[in-house]
């Protein structure tokens, strides 16, 4: 078990090193507890090509389902590709 306090703000890296940016956020079903999507801050590449517009004074935030992640350590790894996740149905922007 891990606290979020000890993984907000690791860099989350799609499979091929790309940088997508930072965790800032979590999603939970409160029926079972289990966290379910991270809240990912992009990175203005990120934002640019995944399609999400920079927001005036924040970037964009989108949501990626946990069954993505592959290894969490110093950064949180992805197992699919940028262009994979252009792809991806189940990421969308995080509405606050």
Request: hydrophobic share 35%; net charge negative; with cysteine.
């Amino acid at each position: 078990m891990v606290s979020f306090d000890k993984i907000s703000g690791k860099f989350v890296i799609c499979a091929g090193g790309f940088d997508l940016g930072e965790l800032n956020g979590v999603e939970m079903n409160t029926d079972n507890w289990q966290v379910t999507h991270l809240h990912v801050k992009l990175s203005k590449p990120a934002s640019e090509d995944l399609g999400f517009k920079k927001r005036f004074i924040r970037s964009s935030t989108v949501c990626v389902p946990t069954s993505l992640v592959s290894k969490v350590g110093d950064n949180i790894l992805l197992n699919k590709t940028l262009d994979e996740l252009t792809k991806h149905p189940e990421i969308y922007e995080c509405r606050e």
